[in-house]
Nanobody, 122 residues
Framework: QVQLAESGGGLVQAGGSLRLSCAAS????????MGWFRQAPGKEREFVAS????????NYADSVKGRFTISRDNAKNTVYLQMNSLKPEDTAVYYC???????????????WGQGTQVTVSS
């Protein structure tokens, strides 16, 4: 079972930046699509961004386009989420996911990380 461990969360002022990292165990990282999701208090978990196996293709939620960048380093088994121009509404627990798949309005994944808290103050 591939395990995922997020890091890099914290408290930041609006307009600031954070870089999240997600380290994956195992030898199959380069064969997995990866994604970032977030869940705010009282809300459903929502898609943030995804990246293809090679890193050549990315997708973003409309709410973060132009502000967040997903990337990966297959040599380090790590996927990143660079978050710029942060807003209070970006406050959530951020999760990385291996091989995320959408089923209507729901998402599943081969593995989920434990999450890292991002808090943006106004």
């Amino acid at each position: 079972q591939v395990q995922l461990a997020e890091s890099g969360g914290g408290l930041v002022q609006a307009g600031g930046s954070l870089r999240l990292s997600c380290a994956a165990s195992g030898r199959t990282f380069s064969t997995n699509r990866m994604g970032w999701f977030r869940q705010a208090p009282g809300k459903e978990r929502e898609f943030v961004a995804s990246i293809s196996r090679s890193g050549g293709s990315t997708n973003y939620a409309d709410s973060v386009k132009g502000r967040f960048t997903i990337s990966r380093d297959n040599a380090k088994n790590t996927v990143y989420l660079q978050m710029n121009s942060l807003k209070p509404e970006d406050t959530a627990v951020y999760y990385c996911a291996r091989d995320p798949a959408q089923h209507g309005s729901q998402w599943s994944a081969g593995s989920w990380g434990q999450g890292t808290q991002v808090t943006v103050s106004s």
